[in-house]
């Protein structure tokens, strides 16, 4: 069951619509808006099971976090999950081999990224139980 995530992303709205976006896991989410504020928060919360992150930030961008994330074993033991408008071949496979689990574009389609975490976190949504009557 995921309980608790981090969203990495310079907009506000963005964070917004990550909230709507991932109701359907019902966890805690917390916010940073750069890589740098998501190294702090990482250092407090040792609970985070989950990172969404983008690309282009001030202060310390998504691959810069993900360079300290990989040197740091973060991207080992958090799945990290690149959402960004940079779409690029060549951008997907350094953040891939940097330690990322995922890469999806902006704008992406929600079930989109569903499938992805359902994929990377196995038991992210808890089992439903249904009755028969």
């Keep these: 069951m995921l309980n608790k995530m981090l ?6 709205l963005i964070h917004q619509m990550y909230r709507l976006v991932m109701t359907r896991y019902k966890c805690e989410i917390l916010d940073a808006m750069n890589g ?16 969404l992150l983008d690309i282009n930030m001030p202060v310390m ?3 810069q976090f993900l ?4 040197v740091l074993g973060i991207a080992k033991r958090i799945p990290i999950v690149v959402i960004s408008t940079e ?5 997907t496979i350094r953040c891939l081999k940097l330690g990322a689990r995922g890469y999806l ?3 992406f389609n929600p079930s ?7 994929r990377i976190m ?8 249904f009755n028969i009557c």
């Design 122 to 129: 196995p038991g992210a949504v808890a089992a439903q139980v």
């Design 61 to 63: 961008n998504g691959l």
């Design 36 to 51: 740098q504020e998501a190294l702090d928060i990482l250092a407090l919360q040792n609970d985070i099971q989950l990172i």
């Design 7 to 12: 969203v990495v992303d310079d907009s506000s």
């Design 87 to 91: 779409g690029k071949e060549e951008d």
């Design 67 to 70: 360079e300290k994330a990989s």
């Design 105 to 107: 574009k902006k704008p």
């Design 112 to 118: 989109d990224l569903h499938d992805l975490i359902d």
